[in-house]
């Protein structure tokens, strides 16, 4: 008997029925029970045994997952870049404003997926847009994960040439340590990589914690020259910076020349963020995701202004923007960090290789992530009908093997470092697929539009009848809709600056915006697919098997709370998690 339904005699009673009537009972398998309930689409490959995957993920690793996949190299290595390029004013202001576009596009996504949680973002565009979309967005977003893991194990080699050089070990070594590791983490199922990512990720809030507080310490003095720097690089060389190009021997002056440096900085702040969606692909696998995923997309604001828009300012005031140092920093080392320059700057010694180990901690972290998130991208994209169903095959512990085998195979290209020749064509490939990211966004946002004009025309309070419903709606997600798209288009405007005009970053940077649309548009003339109508948008399948596990979750949770109260352990270590530290994972 589950949930009032004798499943025997429901079994023989439908075997006198139509196979329609047959079909219209599934069995949706959790890691806690079995659940039986009527579906309108019960042919899905996914709920047969044997191609499912696992809810073994809890409230604290998707939200600390959600955390981890914002904060990377981009962050702690990448705005050195930009504050050379522009000057600490315009990067505030750059990493602030799309930090604001990032918010909007999780806030659709935590509202489209906490109706009903899906496999990949080309289950939502298929289900609630357009198949063509499902499909180019899917591939596009599976090209992006191929490379990535690769460009992460390489960059972990980098990144161990600060203690130990490549005459000494060759980086291939490295290569096949870090390789090994995340490959095993990834086979060993949902709740072991969920329980590595949330220690990994819980680190890497710590070392961002310490190193704001530790910028804003020396900006104010205490470091061992005790020299107060306030805001000392805004007034000189200035918070805005003219732009230049050494390569090109370029130099755009006045407040033309500034705008230049903000916009081009606009770009790197987008690519700092990348990577913040990726936490979608992990909700069909979380357990109780009505709760868990508001949680983890209402915190992305207060993160977002922590991590990123305090650590910018902060640094800001403790690097020049024409400080030796960053203008000949080079690599993905703690040498390539500004936040390291910072601290060799007021003398502090031994930090740097604190800041270097924590450097590889967040690519092998990614690396770790970017493997999950690739075999998920391609199971998703086989339960659709875009891939071979063979990628659908789970183990017992529910990982899709196939999907890991693939991108295992691509991230066999990590091995082309040890040829220079080969990692500067490695360097063009990873190019090709850097784009990929404001696509997703771009697409996850049309989702989230589509999403709302099917609610209203289909009747659905997304006030009342949504468990989370994201902010400043519609005009959030359109506002950031045309932001993604410009900055595509701007994406390496810089190339036609100056002369000569650098064709090769032109093709590999914007390469894969044809690729995108040759496939959205020949998918769509092809299978003469057509964007679905609001009234027609299946707000249906699937949605009685999460209304269920809600219910079962707050029951579970109320008895739960009802046996502490009456054993008087209310304040028990679940309560100080939740109080204490939940907040900040």
């Not at 939502?124 to 090209?143: H, I, K, M, S």
């Not at 901690?361 to 391609?378: K, W």
């Not at 002369?499 to 299978?527: A, D």
């Amino acid at each position: 008997m589950v949930f009032g339904i004798d499943l025997e005699k429901s079994s023989n009673s439908k075997s006198n029925s139509s196979e329609n009537d047959l079909a219209s009972v599934i069995s949706r398998h959790t890691e806690d029970y079995d659940l039986y309930v009527a579906k309108s689409n019960p042919s899905c490959i996914n709920q047969k045994e044997g191609h499912q995957l696992r809810k073994g993920l809890d409230s604290r690793h998707t939200t600390m997952i959600a955390i981890g996949g914002a904060l990377g190299t981009g962050l702690l290595i990448g705005t050195g870049s930009a504050l050379k390029q522009a000057g600490p004013g315009a990067i505030f202001i750059a990493y602030a404003f799309i930090g604001m576009v990032v918010f909007m596009v999780m806030s659709g996504l935590g509202e489209v997926a906490t109706f009903v949680p899906l496999n990949g973002f080309a289950n939502y565009a298929q289900r609630y847009v357009d198949d063509a979309l499902g499909f180019a967005c899917g591939y596009v977003y599976l090209f992006k994960y191929l490379i990535l893991p690769a460009n992460q194990l390489v960059a972990g080699s980098l990144t161990v040439q600060y203690w130990v050089s490549k005459e000494t070990l060759n980086p291939g070594v490295w290569i096949t340590i870090f390789l090994a590791i995340i490959l095993a983490i990834n086979l060993l199922g949902i709740r072991f990589f969920g329980e590595i990512e949330f220690y990994l990720s819980a680190l890497k809030v710590i070392t961002c914690l310490g190193v704001i507080i530790l910028m804003f310490i020396i900006a104010l003095g205490g470091g061992p020259t005790h020299e107060r720097l306030g805001f000392r690089f805004w007034k000189d060389p200035g918070a805005f910076l003219e732009y230049k190009d050494s390569s090109k021997d370029l130099l755009i002056e006045g407040s033309l020349g500034k705008f230049v440096s903000f916009i081009s900085v606009l770009i790197t702040a987008v690519f700092a963020y990348l990577g913040t969606e990726l936490v979608g692909i992990t909700f069909s696998e979380t357990r109780n995701p009505r709760r868990s995923i508001p949680k983890a997309i209402k915190l992305t604001f207060y993160r977002i202004l922590v991590f990123y828009i305090l650590s910018i300012l902060f640094l800001g005031m403790c690097v020049s923007a024409t400080d030796p140092l960053l203008l000949t920093a080079s690599g993905n080392s703690a040498s390539a960090s500004p936040f390291v320059i910072a601290i060799k700057n007021a003398r502090i010694n031994g930090l740097d290789h604190v800041i270097n180990g924590c450097i590889l901690l967040f690519v092998l972290s990614a690396a770790n992530s970017d493997m999950y998130v690739c075999s998920r991208t391609v199971y998703s994209l086989a339960v659709a009908g875009y891939a071979p169903k063979i990628f659908t095959k789970t183990s017992k512990r529910g990982v899709p093997y196939y999907g890991i085998a693939l991108n295992f195979a691509f991230t066999l290209l990590a091995y082309m470092t040890v040829s220079s020749s080969a990692a500067q064509v490695f360097t063009y490939f990873v190019n090709v697929v850097s784009l990929t990211g404001l696509i997703a966004w771009s697409c996850i946002l049309v989702i989230h539009i589509r999403f709302m004009a099917a609610c209203k025309a289909q009747g659905i309070d997304r006030t009342r009848d949504l468990a989370y419903k994201s902010p400043l709606q519609p005009y959030g997600s359109y506002f950031a809709l045309t932001v993604c798209v410009l900055v595509i288009f701007l994406k390496n405007f810089t190339v036609f600056l100056g002369k000569p005009f650098t064709y090769k970053s032109f093709i590999t940077g914007y390469i894969v915006l044809p690729v995108f649309l040759i496939m959205y548009f020949g998918y769509k003339f092809y299978f003469k697919t057509s964007i679905i109508p609001s009234s027609e948008v299946d707000l249906v399948t699937f949605k009685d098997v999460i209304d269920e596990e809600a219910e079962r979750y707050a029951a579970e949770d109320a008895e739960k709370q009802a046996i502490k109260q009456a054993e008087g352990k209310t304040f028990d270590k679940a309560w100080f998690y939740d109080k204490c530290i939940g907040w900040l994972f």
